[in-house]
């Protein structure tokens, strides 16, 4: 007979004792164009407007147009590889989280529960790494490849991707400060993108930007203009996601939205925002490329390494005579603009 605890339980998703993993950015922000074979992949971008064709005298041939605002760039594809281990006495001696107590799982049942627990867990972990991905090309306009050090606590950046991003803005007044304009301040931001062939449609910010918003006065008050369409705050919108908070919508159409997103870097750190404190961005959506490098993995001992050109690569080992078993999940995903200029970065705080 079936334990009534159990069938109950085992009904229920399990519980993850790790935050939930927020992808806002990600998934806004990016375009998964798959995986590719070649190492040594390469990429183009370009800043700014796509020039016009040039006008020429008929019968005198065509006008050479030079790719001097497209740039080229070799990506070296990052590995990100988290792991597991499950030994025996976790599954074997001692009850899962969430089983009733004095057990209910025979120890292979255990088993394979513990091990889709931790696929769950490794998947989150990439997703998490995708995200700081995505919040520091966008935020910097380069990417920083880490190197860890002493068991996972420090961390050392070994190489960069730089995609030459200029488009900051400072205003003339920070936002917590008295005189500031922050409605003509988003203008700006807004005319930025558009020139440099953007689409002004969201802005993301962090809970200190979002105080700043909602207590300058004369943004209120164009808010709050019943005659002419200034803008709107609609905070019972629904959000895209856990973590967000719809804000409003500028005059522009631009929809204004707060993030709390975090991230720890080693084991045990300390959490922090993917948002830096006091930045906002501006852009729209699907403004990187996200593409994912090959795998390569040797599965049986003497044999040569397989190669796959997958998003994620499980593999999982386990040694004769041992008493524990490995599982890990490979991913090689990198990101390219497709113009570096079609988005906006300010510090107003």
Sequence with gaps: ??????????????????????????????????????????????KGTVPMAPFVVPGTGGKNMP???????????????????????EYAMQRMFGEEIGGSLDPNS??????????????NAIAAREEWMTAQVLFTGRLD???YLEGGQVVKASRAADYDFTNQYAPDKKWNESGADVYGDFMQMIDMVSEGNGSPDIAIFGVDVRS??????????????????????????????KATQYVGTLSTGTELYCYTGKYRETMG????????????????????????????????????????AAPQVPFRYSKAGSDSSMQRLTSRPMLVPYNVDAWAVGTVL
């Design 269 to 308: 750190g300390a959490e922090k925002l993917l948002i830096p404190k006091g930045k906002i961005l501006l852009g729209g959506g699907k403004l990187l490329r996200k593409f994912y490098g090959p795998v390569a993995q040797v599965e049986k001992e003497g044999e040569d390494p397989k190669v796959y």
């Design 212 to 241: 700043a918003i909602l207590s300058d006065e004369k943004l209120l008050k164009l808010l709050d203009v019943r005659n002419g369409f200034f803008g709107r705050v609609e905070p019972d919108k629904p959000n895209y996601q």
């Design 110 to 123: 255990r088993l394979a529960k513990l091990k889709a627990q931790d696929l769950a867990f490794l998947r």
């Design 1 to 46: 007979m079936a334990n009534a605890l159990y069938d109950t339980w085992k009904q229920i998703k399990a519980l993850e004792m790790t935050p939930p993993i927020h992808t806002f950015l990600s998934d806004t922000f990016t375009q998964n164009e798959g995986a590719v074979m070649a190492e040594d992949a390469r990429y183009d971008y370009y």
């Design 145 to 147: 490849i880490l190197e």
């Design 67 to 89: 790719r001097e605002k497209f740039q080229t760039k070799d990506i070296g594809f990052p590995t990100i590889a988290p792991e597991r281990t499950v030994n025996y006495d």
